[in-house]
């Protein structure tokens, strides 16, 4: 079976300063890996995700992931933050060559950006 | 904006009796995933239908049930409504390796 673990429940942190959140994840097969962002009252947005290629993978507003085969990870970076990044982030894996929606997330990280 | 929308936003309903949440999809996207967050957890896979067909099912017992019709819209259907299935329902219709998801049906089992 697979699961996905995110290791930190709740992350705070200072405007312009660097942040990582982490996700490990099992699987017995391959897999595809993903990052959703939710802000509040409002449901899930693709931040990234990793299919094939190269392991780092970005986003347009500066998120950055990087697969880690050997260490089953997916941790989420961003060199600066603002306090608009403050929201709760999921992480999330499905099958290679699944049928596409069936993920299986992480219980989420809240990112708490502060001035 | 996903494209997926959900409704209603909220629903208040009581033990033990029956639900029915909407979604209706882009055109085109002829794979719609439904999935059950419970306060402070991440989403749990419910199903999937795929061309109106039942395409994956999570741990989910058979009181949740659901439709998916020719226009890209989508039922999720609940019976027997326990406490426990007070939870945000999301539904994500997928095309090209990328689901959207809409923003959720906030469900109140009282």
């Known amino acids: 079976a697979q699961s996905v673990t995110q290791l930190d429940s709740q992350v705070p942190v200072f405007e312009e300063a660097p942040v990582e959140l982490r996700c490990n994840y099992s699987s017995s097969v391959s897999v595809y890996l993903f990052w959703y962002v939710q802000y509040p009252n409002q449901g899930l947005q693709l931040l990234l995700k990793?299919?094939?290629?190269?392991?780092l993978v970005e986003s347009i507003n500066g998120f950055e992931a990087e697969f880690n085969k050997s260490q089953t990870s997916f941790h989420l970076r961003k060199p600066s933050v603002h306090i608009s990044d403050t929201a709760e982030y999921f992480c999330a894996v499905e099958n290679y060559g699944g049928s596409q929606g069936n993920l299986i997330f992480g219980k989420g990280t809240k990112l708490s950006v502060k001035p | 904006e996903t494209g997926v929308t959900q409704s209603p936003t909220h629903l208040i309903k009581t033990r033990g009796q029956q639900v029915t949440l909407r979604c209706s999809s882009q055109?085109?996207?002829?794979?719609v995933s439904w999935y059950q967050q419970a306060l402070g957890q991440g989403p749990q896979f419910i199903f999937q239908y795929y061309r109106e067909e039942e395409n994956g099912r999570g741990n989910f017992p058979p009181r949740f049930s659901g439709l998916q019709f020719p226009n890209y819209s989508s039922e999720l259907n609940v019976n027997a409504l326990e406490l426990d299935d007070s939870a945000l329902y999301l539904c994500?219709?997928?095309?090209?390796?990328?689901?959207?998801f809409g923003q959720g049906t906030r469900l109140t089992v009282v």
């Open positions: 055109s085109g996207h002829n794979t």
């Open positions: 994500a219709s997928s095309l090209g390796g990328k689901a959207f």
């Open positions: 990793y299919l094939s290629g190269s392991t």
